[in-house]
T-cell receptor, first 116, second 112 residues
């Protein structure tokens, strides 16, 4: 199946700093990518829909100034957590739709963020 | 009523058993249905992807969609300890550009 890669897989940062997470579709182009957040033993919570070349669409309750999303190319979307706080510590997962296979949605491996 | 209902379990079965996982949903406009498997601390892995009603089989896995009942199922035959994971059902209105709506996931343990 198609591969979606996330980097870094784990990151620890200090409170107040910013951290960027990358999501790449390795063997297909994705005009749309999605960013999720997942707490332990909970389901995925959609944060935003990332559209190539345009602004992301954020879900209600998600601060767009805190979670900056950039989808600059058809294979790369980035999520930047700005001024991170310990409560931002979570598992962040991206997904991308592969138009060449009926828009099947594949997920990245996820990125563990710990804010200390 | 939540859009997608899924029993969180946990579900524990002996090795070799047939496992049945189910989800119900309320939005009759959903057209695409998926099952993902998620191991602890990993991203979800696509298992099955079906469009509209019907059955789809892939190895030990069978997905069923009954749109008239708004009910989808995933069957796992000859379950193995390596099948122990959380299984998430997901569905969407249109493929690709519309976010998936997930069930809460069912935690499955297959005991050797």
């Amino acid at each position: 199946g198609a591969v979606v890669s996330q980097h870094p897989s784990r990151v620890i940062c200090k409170s107040g700093t910013s951290v960027k997470i990358e999501c790449r579709s390795l063997d297909f182009q994705a005009t749309t990518m999605f960013w999720y957040r997942q707490f332990p033993k909970k389901s995925l919570m959609l944060m935003a829909t990332s559209n190539e070349g345009s602004k992301a669409t954020y879900e209600q309750g998600v601060e767009k100034d805190k979670f900056l999303i950039n989808h600059a190319s058809l294979t790369l979307s980035t999520l930047t957590v700005t001024s991170a706080h310990p409560e931002d510590s979570s598992f962040y997962i991206c997904s991308a739709a592969d138009a060449s296979s009926g828009n099947t949605i594949y997920f990245g491996e996820g990125s563990w963020l710990t804010v200390v | 009523q939540k859009e997608v209902e899924q029993d969180p379990g946990p579900l524990s079965v002996p090795e070799g058993a047939i496992v049945s996982l189910n989800c119900t949903y309320s939005n009759s406009a959903f057209q695409y249905f998926m099952w993902y498997r998620q191991y602890s601390r990993k991203g979800p892995e696509l298992l099955m992807y079906t469009y509209s009603s019907g059955n789809k089989e892939d190895g030990r896995f069978t997905a069923q969609v009954d749109k008239s009942s708004k009910y989808i199922s995933l069957f796992i035959r000859d379950s193995q300890p390596s099948d122990s994971a959380t299984y998430l059902c997901a569905m969407t209105l249109n493929s690709g550009n519309t976010p998936l709506v997930f069930g809460k996931g069912t935690r499955l343990s297959v005991i050797a």
